[in-house]
């Protein structure tokens, strides 16, 4: 059976200091914002060139606390894309704040930031780009249009640990960047974990209050919080992975390149677009399968034991819990969720395990396309 992910290679590269630093945080006894936690910020700030790294609980606690801080509140807008993971939204929902989605563009899966402006009324406060699969939101004409607007940018960069825009790393450009950890993620933990970076002190500020109850001084608790930090477990793992993330990243890279090559020819295939500006992490490794054959792939792989995975089967604007938001044009989105099917990508992956799923994605093809 070929898995989706298969993180036992990178783990296993760096065992003997995963086994240390895990039994290092055993024999200290400090299991909360400890050492660990306040070196791996220290150590994410510097890899982003931020001001502030802030630990937290989840990727969706990132978003969450980051939503908190910008003021989101009922009745708020908050322009987004339709093809992520429910967390994008979720958080702001937490305020009482709606999406409003633009559709993507159909190439880099991401919101497709032409259409931005058009959505924008009075009660807009906020963009998410969400930097789908790994491969950046074109940052600088959807940063012209916050600023012109005085809207704040949340970037969702979940999938996209590493991933830059015109040299500069996802998640640096907006106002702050929330990242996950888990464990599939390009950066996971083993567990939950996730963090937000800004360079903005105000929202740091904010962020490190909300995720301690609410308190900058320990029993003085200012406003309602939450219980959102990263454990000191995790940090200490993510402190061993860090110095890998760009060396797996590449790896990812050289995968993504063989498939390229061995789809080539292929006429119901696209494979990963990349735009000039971009340098693609593949968190995912996502090709359209033209002629409505996607799910008869997906079928025919599964019969070989080989995963591959619809992300995501439902947009979220179609979501039951989005039922009364009122219709948008999202035609792209909703032409994706029927074509995209993501392949097995992982840094280590070897060439023989993306022959074999290549052939059969390309059999699959041949043999539902003969009947
Ligand atoms: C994974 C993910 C999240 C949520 O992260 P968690 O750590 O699982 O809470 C948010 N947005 C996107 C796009 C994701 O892929």
């Not at 633009?102 to 807009?124: C, H, M, Q, W, Y």
């Amino acid at each position: 059976m070929i898995p989706l992910l298969d993180t036992q290679p990178e783990i296993q590269s760096i065992w003997d200091e995963l086994m240390s630093s895990i039994q290092d945080v055993l024999k200290k006894g400090s299991f909360i914002m400890g050492p660990n936690v306040k070196a791996f910020e220290q150590e994410a700030a510097s890899y982003f060139g931020v001001k502030h790294a802030i630990g937290v609980n989840s990727g969706t606690d990132a978003l969450v606390l980051a939503a908190k801080a910008f003021g989101l509140k009922e009745g708020d807008e908050v322009i987004t894309t339709p093809f992520t993971f429910f967390a994008t939204t979720e958080s702001v929902g937490q305020f009482g704040a709606v999406p409003v989605f633009v559709d993507i563009d159909p190439s880099t899966f991401n919101l497709d930031v032409s259409k931005v402006e058009a959505a924008i009324t009075s009660r807009t406060k906020a963009i998410i780009p969400v930097h789908l699969y790994g491969h950046p939101v074109d940052m600088d004409p959807l940063m012209d249009i916050a600023r012109k607007h005085n809207l704040k940018v949340l970037e969702d960069v979940a999938q996209a640990f590493g991933s830059e825009y015109k040299g500069k790393k996802a998640g640096t450009i907006g106002d702050a960047g929330a990242f996950s950890f888990f464990p599939s993620k390009n950066l996971g933990g083993f567990g939950d974990g996730g963090m937000l970076i800004t360079n903005d002190d105000e929202i740091a500020e904010t962020v490190k209050m909300l995720r301690v109850h609410g308190a900058r001084k320990k029993y003085f608790n200012e406003v309602i919080g939450y219980n959102s930090r990263l454990d000191e477990i995790q940090a200490a793992v993510l402190r061993c992975k860090l110095p890998h993330i760009d060396e797996w990243n590449e790896g990812r890279r050289r995968a993504a390149q063989r498939y390229n090559d061995l789809f080539a020819g292929e006429s119901m295939i696209e494979t990963p677009f990349v735009a000039d500006y971009a340098e693609h992490v593949y968190h995912q490794y996502t090709i359209k399968i033209k002629g409505g054959q996607r799910d008869a792939v997906e079928a025919g792989l599964k019969e070989k034991e080989i995963s591959s995975f619809v992300y995501y089967p439902v947009p979220v604007n179609a979501l039951p819990v989005y039922k009364n938001l009122p219709a948008r044009p999202l035609q792209n989105s909703d032409a994706c969720t029927g074509q995209v099917l993501s392949l097995p990508i992982w840094p280590k992956i070897t060439e023989e395990t993306q022959q074999t799923v290549a052939t059969a994605v390309i059999a699959s093809l041949k043999q539902t396309v003969a009947v």
